[in-house]
């Protein structure tokens, strides 16, 4: 069974920090592109950053610029999500989700149409 799992969600204090981490079960990550997405209570889902397979390309929504960094340890075969400066506005569920094509991820943007996805891990940044 193919499966992404996500971890490192938890309640920080607004300025702190997380890093989220994505595995999987089932198929090796290092052949995908691999996207960070999230969705806040009453919002619709937004597409936070992704990375190529090779790790050449990556791509931050506007909010997160300066703030996150994707990486991917393809000896590990798990992606990383560094979330530095958190502020409330962040919180959400962090879903992890996968793609077969390289076109999903670009400097310019990120694919929503990803072809597996993990259950999620909340972040919560509150004092």
Avoid at 59 to 88: C, E, H, W
Avoid at 95 to 110: E, F, H, K
Avoid at 117 to 123: A, M
Wanted: hydrophobic content about 30%; glycine content about 14%; proline content about 2%.
């Amino acid at each position: 069974q193919l499966q992404l799992v996500e971890s490192g969600g938890g309640l920080v204090q607004p300025g702190g920090s997380l890093r989220l981490s994505c595995t999987a079960s089932g198929f090796n990550l290092r052949y995908y592109v691999i996207g960070w997405f999230r969705q806040a209570p009453g919002e619709e889902r937004e597409g936070v950053s992704c990375i190529s397979s090779g790790a050449g390309s990556t791509y931050y929504t506007d909010s997160v610029k300066g703030r996150f960094t994707i990486s991917r340890d393809n000896a590990k075969d798990t992606v990383y999500l560094q979330m530095n400066s958190l502020k409330p506005e962040d919180t959400a569920v962090y879903y992890c989700a996968a793609g077969i094509r390289t076109s999903m991820c670009s400097v310019g943007g990120m694919s929503h149409n990803m072809h597996y996805w993990g259950k999620g891990t909340l972040v919560t940044v509150s004092s």
